[in-house]
């Protein structure tokens, strides 16, 4: 089952046990989801790499909407917004640990032949591809100068 599949599924499912909260965060994933596939270029279909990026990309604007929120005192938006990103969430692979992103990042400096600092583009540009999914952009790229400053 693809994931526009599941989250079809699960809209059936919220609203059968009426959660909100999982309805509106499952409406709008769905409505991105057809966005994409009807978006110029797209052949009418919604790959799942495709649709993880959506979703991560739904859980950073959830984030930043929650500070946004928070930084201007208003509670009750700022937890909607966090609750509709734990939805979310459930779609997305598991995170990786420190130390596998560390594991991960120092195969590809390996396989690239970076040298230092000067070839993070490189590495960053094979990372973001390979771990798509499974480590936030934020967390590759400070673990990338963290260990490319050291070779």
């Excluded at 309805?23 to 110029?40: C, S, V």
């Excluded at 938006?77 to 609750?83: R, W």
């Amino acid at each position: 089952m693809t994931l526009f599949d599941q989250i079809s599924e699960d809209i059936k499912k919220a609203m059968l046990a009426k959660d909100k909260v999982a309805l509106d965060a499952l409406r709008g994933i769905k409505k991105e989801f057809l966005e994409a596939k009807t978006a110029p270029g797209a052949d009418g279909e919604l790959k799942d790499d495709r649709a993880l990026q959506i979703l991560q990309k739904l859980v950073k604007q959830r984030k930043e909407d929650a500070e946004m929120y928070t930084a201007a005192n208003r509670p009750e938006l700022a937890d909607e917004e966090m609750s509709q990103c734990r939805v979310i969430e459930r779609y997305l692979p598991a995170m990786m640990s420190e130390d596998e992103l560390t594991a991960a990042l120092t195969a590809i400096i390996a396989q690239v032949g970076a040298a230092g600092p000067q070839d993070m583009g490189k590495v960053m540009g094979t990372a973001t591809k390979q771990l798509a999914g499974r480590a936030e952009g934020r967390a590759i790229s400070a673990k990338v100068k963290e260990l490319l400053s050291k070779v």
